[in-house]
């Protein structure tokens, strides 16, 4: 053991193979670890796919009501027939993320943390909200109603 | 020049440390059997723990967004869309809770064998101040998914600090940036949790473990005990 790499002395075999194997396995997982690292740094870019998805019928969804759901990701969403036209809404309030909840009399979405309004179109009309809440494509067809969920 | 040694490689010419008493140094201590038991290595996990919480972390911040409107999108995005990212995410949080497991379990282990007592005190007090930083740690990163029980935990979290006397409000104001939770308060929690804290905890660690090695590993009451009534009921005989 008395010998430098670079040196002149001599390396006996049983140094030589354990040093060659710890450079070999070093090499493979670092390599490993390396070639993912990368590849979670440079994603490739996904294509946001949508499905259209069963939530409800309209013998359900009378004008006036409202009926929750939850998309593919966990987040929750209503949808509100305002008089026959049926939209869906992220029930996540755009201000900080509170959940808004529809009041059907006076046809608002409001949320409770700091007092933000919303109209039936998601419009933020009031309070500290910065922008309209996102909404889900509804499609009617044959009385049910089909919300387009992004697909995970 | 002169100390140029003919036989030394490239490496050890242009970098001249004595490599060999570094490694010494390093890993050469000779600990007493006791430390044998592996609830006497319950201080090494944490820090294995925190070195890899800091390559997760910076490998998650790559793609955080401290900004209200988009923080839980852009942790959702780490765990659905970015390849391993949901691997990185589960690392960095099972690590955080073993962390606090094994730095708790590490100050009952140091209480029970009475290991921090003079001339350890400041081995105590540093260690003690990294439970803290661990815990401060854990609140900020919880609150950084900016999930409905994340949120929560700020407003009840800053509450808490808020009643302090005196300063109280101070500590508030300070953590949310503002009266309440607001645009400037994930922005300070993302800050402390991935600058402050660990510059911190890295700083102590350093100090820990320099004083642990300065002072030697204690000794072992319990063990002492039992080998010295061995040795008195062998004089006995």
Request: with cysteine; aromatic share 12%; hydrophobic share 45%.
């Amino acid at each position: 053991m008395n010998e430098k790499e670079g040196g002149g002395g001599e390396v006996s075999r049983r140094d030589f193979l354990a040093n060659a194997a710890m450079t070999v396995g070093l090499a493979a997982s670092l390599g490993t670890a390396g070639y993912y690292g990368v590849r979670y740094l440079v994603p490739k870019p996904r294509k946001k796919t949508f499905v259209d998805v069963l939530v409800t019928n309209l013998k359900e969804l009378t004008p006036g009501a409202a009926q929750e759901f939850i998309d593919a990701q966990g987040r929750k969403g209503i949808l509100v027939n305002n008089n026959g036209t049926v939209k869906a809404f992220s029930k996540i309030c755009t201000h900080l993320g509170c959940e808004v909840e529809w009041h059907s009399q006076k046809k608002e979405f409001f949320c409770p943390c700091h007092e933000g309004f919303f109209d039936a179109n998601g419009k933020n009309v009031k309070g500290p909200p910065p922008r309209p809440l996102n909404e889900f494509k509804v499609t009617v067809k044959d009385d049910n109603v089909y919300v387009a969920l992004e697909e995970v | 020049m002169e100390d140029v040694k003919k036989n030394e490689g490239w490496i050890d010419q242009t970098l001249p440390v004595d490599w060999g008493k570094i490694k010494e140094e390093a890993v050469g201590e000779i600990l007493p059997h006791h430390m044998k038991l592996w609830w006497y290595c319950l201080g090494g996990v944490p820090a294995i723990m925190f070195l890899m919480l800091v390559i997760s972390g910076i490998m998650m911040a790559f793609y955080y967004v401290p900004y209200p409107s988009e923080a839980y999108e852009s942790v959702a995005r780490i765990t659905n869309d970015i390849p391993f990212g949901w691997w990185l995410r589960s690392i960095h949080r099972w690590c955080a809770e073993l962390m606090v497991v094994t730095v708790s379990l590490h100050a009952i282990r140091v209480f029970a064998t009475g290991a921090y007592r003079h001339p350890r005190e400041f081995c105590w007090i540093s260690g003690s101040i990294l439970l803290l930083l661990t815990l401060g740690a854990g609140f900020t990163g919880y609150s950084l998914c900016y999930t409905q029980t994340s949120y929560w935990a700020m407003t009840i979290g800053t509450g808490i600090a808020g009643k302090t006397p005196i300063i109280g409000d101070f500590i508030s104001r300070f953590l949310l940036g503002g009266e309440s939770i607001g645009d400037a308060t994930l922005n300070r929690f993302f800050i402390l949790h991935a600058a402050i804290i660990p510059a911190i905890i890295f700083l102590m660690i350093f100090v820990h473990i320099v004083l642990i090695r300065l002072h030697g590993v204690a000794e072992h009451i319990v063990g002492m005990q039992r080998e010295l009534i061995k040795g008195l009921s062998r004089g006995d005989e």
